[in-house]
């Protein structure tokens, strides 16, 4: 995806997630590219090993208002919230 294309979706209302893996990234083209603020859509990691925690954050942000309703019945049902 180019910035350009990035900032037509984003125009219309996308929100864009980044994530970079090694240390060979462009950081200020991924940027460009996510959606502000960067601490919740732009993700780097030098490791593989550490994408769990980054997906987990993306799980955080992209299914945040999924996660509230299905926690909110977990709760109801009283069964044991998962940790993501």
């Known amino acids: 995806m180019t910035i350009k294309e990035a900032e037509l979706l984003k125009n219309r209302g996308a929100r864009m997630f980044v994530v970079g893996v090694t240390n060979k990234i462009n950081e ?3 940027k ?3 959606s502000e603020p960067y601490k919740d859509h732009y993700f780097n990691s030098t490791s593989i090993a550490n994408l ?3 997906r987990n954050n993306l799980l955080k942000h992209v299914c945040h208002e999924g996660a509230v ?3 909110n019945t977990l709760r109801r ?3 044991k919230i998962p940790n993501l």
């Open 28 to 30: 200020t083209e991924l």
């Open 32 to 34: 460009a590219i996510a």
């Open 69 to 71: 309703k299905v926690e």
């Open 77 to 79: 049902n009283k069964r």
């Open 52 to 54: 769990d925690y980054i």
